[in-house]
Protein backbone atom coordinates (compact mmCIF):
# COMPACT_ATOMS: atom_id res chain seq x y z
CA UNK A 1 0.00 0.00 0.00
CA UNK A 2 1.51 3.61 -0.77
CA UNK A 3 1.68 6.34 1.14
CA UNK A 4 0.26 9.67 0.04
CA UNK A 5 2.58 12.43 -0.81
CA UNK A 6 0.77 14.47 2.06
CA UNK A 7 1.36 11.08 4.54
CA UNK A 8 5.25 11.18 3.69
CA UNK A 9 5.87 14.22 4.34
CA UNK A 10 4.06 14.73 7.65
CA UNK A 11 6.10 11.46 8.70
CA UNK A 12 9.13 13.15 7.43
CA UNK A 13 8.22 16.21 9.46
CA UNK A 14 7.45 14.02 12.60
CA UNK A 15 10.67 11.97 12.07
CA UNK A 16 12.92 15.18 11.99
CA UNK A 17 11.04 17.01 14.81
CA UNK A 18 12.05 14.04 17.22
CA UNK A 19 15.43 14.30 16.31
CA UNK A 20 15.50 18.29 17.34
CA UNK A 21 13.73 16.93 20.22
CA UNK A 22 16.44 14.35 21.63
CA UNK A 23 19.30 16.86 20.27
CA UNK A 24 18.49 19.36 23.19
CA UNK A 25 20.72 19.72 25.67
CA UNK A 26 21.31 21.11 28.89
CA UNK A 27 24.43 22.95 30.72
CA UNK A 28 26.17 21.62 33.83
CA UNK A 29 28.55 23.50 35.66
CA UNK A 30 30.61 20.46 36.94
CA UNK A 31 30.51 20.63 40.92
CA UNK A 32 27.60 23.30 40.77
CA UNK A 33 28.58 26.26 43.21
CA UNK A 34 31.90 24.54 44.12
CA UNK A 35 33.19 24.31 40.50
CA UNK A 36 36.00 22.41 39.80
CA UNK A 37 38.36 22.38 42.90
CA UNK A 38 40.25 20.03 45.22
CA UNK A 39 38.89 18.03 47.94
CA UNK A 40 35.51 18.29 46.86
CA UNK A 41 33.86 14.36 45.67
CA UNK A 42 32.88 14.38 42.29
CA UNK A 43 31.65 11.11 41.96
CA UNK A 44 29.17 12.00 44.93
CA UNK A 45 28.06 14.95 42.97
CA UNK A 46 27.62 12.93 39.55
CA UNK A 47 25.62 10.35 41.28
CA UNK A 48 23.41 13.22 42.61
CA UNK A 49 23.37 14.73 39.59
CA UNK A 50 22.29 11.89 37.17
CA UNK A 51 21.16 10.67 34.61
CA UNK A 52 23.49 13.03 31.81
CA UNK A 53 22.10 13.05 28.52
CA UNK A 54 23.53 13.01 24.83
CA UNK A 55 24.42 16.33 23.87
CA UNK A 56 24.62 17.89 27.50
CA UNK A 57 27.59 20.49 28.08
CA UNK A 58 29.33 20.17 31.49
CA UNK A 59 31.21 23.21 31.75
CA UNK A 60 34.52 23.17 34.38
CA UNK A 61 35.32 26.24 36.06
CA UNK A 62 38.30 26.92 38.37
CA UNK A 63 40.99 28.93 39.53
CA UNK A 64 44.04 29.76 37.94
CA UNK A 65 47.06 28.58 39.77
CA UNK A 66 47.98 31.07 42.46
CA UNK A 67 50.06 30.67 45.15
CA UNK A 68 49.58 28.29 47.60
CA UNK A 69 47.53 26.46 44.72
CA UNK A 70 49.12 24.66 41.88
CA UNK A 71 46.05 24.84 39.54
CA UNK A 72 43.60 22.15 38.57
CA UNK A 73 43.54 20.46 34.63
CA UNK A 74 41.04 18.31 32.66
CA UNK A 75 42.02 15.36 31.25
CA UNK A 76 39.94 12.52 29.77
CA UNK A 77 40.78 9.13 30.89
CA UNK A 78 41.07 6.33 28.17
CA UNK A 79 39.36 3.83 30.09
CA UNK A 80 38.48 2.59 33.47
CA UNK A 81 41.55 1.47 34.56
CA UNK A 82 43.27 4.31 34.21
CA UNK A 83 40.21 6.11 35.58
CA UNK A 84 40.63 4.11 38.84
CA UNK A 85 44.11 4.04 39.50
CA UNK A 86 44.34 7.96 38.01
CA UNK A 87 46.69 7.15 35.84
CA UNK A 88 47.68 9.86 33.08
CA UNK A 89 50.13 8.39 30.18
CA UNK A 90 47.33 7.49 27.92
CA UNK A 91 44.78 10.26 29.21
CA UNK A 92 43.74 13.40 26.66
CA UNK A 93 44.41 17.28 28.25
CA UNK A 94 41.08 18.86 27.70
CA UNK A 95 41.85 21.72 29.48
CA UNK A 96 45.18 23.06 31.28
CA UNK A 97 45.33 24.87 34.15
CA UNK A 98 44.77 28.35 32.91
CA UNK A 99 41.69 27.54 30.55
CA UNK A 100 38.91 26.82 33.77
CA UNK A 101 38.71 31.11 34.43
CA UNK A 102 35.33 33.09 33.58
CA UNK A 103 33.21 30.76 31.50
CA UNK A 104 35.17 27.64 32.23
CA UNK A 105 36.18 25.39 29.44
CA UNK A 106 33.36 22.92 28.16
CA UNK A 107 32.98 19.58 27.27
CA UNK A 108 30.19 18.23 24.86
CA UNK A 109 28.78 14.32 25.86
CA UNK A 110 27.97 13.68 22.27
CA UNK A 111 28.21 10.10 22.12
CA UNK A 112 26.44 6.93 24.45
CA UNK A 113 29.44 6.08 26.02
CA UNK A 114 31.10 6.32 29.37
CA UNK A 115 33.15 9.74 29.43
CA UNK A 116 36.23 9.38 32.68
CA UNK A 117 36.95 12.79 34.01
CA UNK A 118 40.00 13.98 36.13
CA UNK A 119 42.26 16.38 37.01
CA UNK A 120 46.16 15.57 36.24
CA UNK A 121 48.29 18.20 38.44
CA UNK A 122 50.51 17.65 41.49
CA UNK A 123 51.30 13.67 39.62
CA UNK A 124 47.83 12.92 39.94
CA UNK A 125 47.84 13.90 43.65
CA UNK A 126 44.27 15.95 42.82
CA UNK A 127 42.83 12.86 41.20
CA UNK A 128 43.91 10.34 43.83
CA UNK A 129 43.62 12.79 47.10
CA UNK A 130 41.55 15.24 46.08
CA UNK A 131 38.43 13.59 44.36
CA UNK A 132 39.24 14.94 41.28
CA UNK A 133 37.35 12.47 39.51
CA UNK A 134 34.24 11.31 38.01
CA UNK A 135 32.21 9.73 34.67
CA UNK A 136 29.48 10.26 32.65
CA UNK A 137 27.64 7.86 30.70
CA UNK A 138 24.87 9.91 29.15
CA UNK A 139 21.68 8.40 27.94
CA UNK A 140 19.37 9.12 24.93
CA UNK A 141 17.17 12.10 25.52
CA UNK A 142 13.29 10.95 24.52
CA UNK A 143 10.74 13.85 25.39
CA UNK A 144 7.17 12.66 25.93
Do not use: H
Amino acid sequence: MALSSNTQGFILLLAAASLLAVSEGRTIVVGGSEGWRFGFNYTDWALKNNPFYINDELVFKYDPPSEGNSGYSVYQQPNLWSYITCGFSKAKLLASPTQGGGDGFKVALTQWRPYYFASGENDGKNCKDGMMKFFAIPLPRWNN
